[in-house]
């Protein structure tokens, strides 16, 4: 299984861009790349998930570089209610897949 | 639909006694998934299942047993609670066994 290294903590107001980068230098072929969010006293909720280049929804964009040894999940315009731990995981997609969650990202987000 | 639902919320138990952790979705989904949390960690799987009758150990599984009568439940079993086990515990669920999964909200078990 790919290990995956990601900052501890970020800071940032509101209304920022946030990047948050995960390396996975030894990613598999098959493995995808995923995000995961957790607010406190809450269970973690699925963001995004891609494999290469660039991935989009409502919520976050995801960047993985063509090599794809590291990705960064991009949250436009933070808010309060974005302050949460985001979780990197890489993995393969396959059935019966068990998701292997590191300590994360705390991200906190000021006024 | 209410999703993944765990009941209860916070138990505590004395060293030694047993409890039955229950979780329940209402999505048809064929996969389900037991984790644990340690304050301040990531989520480590206990055991899953890929469908009624079918169950696999997970990373952690020593201390609890899970069984899978019907697509709906996935109740975990804490037969003799030790201080280790003191934890959040999330039930989550898959439709296709993908890495799209869907927590409950946890519940707080206090071993003393």
């Known amino acids: 299984l790919a290990k995956t290294t990601q900052p501890i903590s970020m800071d940032s107001y509101e209304g920022q861009e946030v990047n948050i980068t995960c390396s996975h230098n030894?990613?598999?072929?098959?493995?995808?790349i995923t995000w995961y969010q957790q607010f406190p006293s809450q269970g973690p909720r699925f963001i995004i998930q891609g494999y290469k280049t660039k991935v989009t929804n409502e919520v976050a964009s995801l960047f993985i570089p063509a090599d794809r040894k590291s990705s960064t999940l991009s949250l436009p315009r933070v808010s309060l209610s974005d302050t949460a731990v985001y979780y990197c995981?890489?993995?393969?997609?396959?059935?019966?897949?068990?998701?292997?969650f590191g300590k994360g990202t705390t991200l906190s987000v000021s006024s | 639909n209410a999703g993944v639902t765990q009941t209860p919320k916070f138990r505590i138990l004395k060293i030694g006694q047993s409890m039955t952790l229950q979780c329940t979705q209402d999505?048809?989904?064929?996969?389900m998934y037991w984790y644990r949390q340690d304050p301040g960690m990531g989520l480590k799987l206990i055991y899953y299942?890929?469908?009624?009758?079918?169950?696999d150990k997970g990373e952690v599984p020593n201390g609890y047993n899970v069984s899978r009568s019907t697509t709906e439940d996935f109740p975990l079993r804490l037969e003799l609670a030790a201080p280790s086990q003191t934890s959040v515990y999330f039930c989550?669920?898959?439709?296709?066994?993908?890495?799209?999964?869907?927590f409950g909200p946890g519940t707080r078990l206090l071993v003393l």
């Open positions: 999505m048809n989904h064929n996969y």
């Open positions: 030894n990613i598999a072929t098959n493995d995808y």
């Open positions: 995981l890489v993995g393969d997609d396959g059935a019966g897949t068990a998701l292997i």
């Open positions: 299942s890929v469908g009624a009758g079918i169950t």
């Open positions: 989550a669920s898959s439709w296709d066994g993908s890495r799209t999964q869907y």
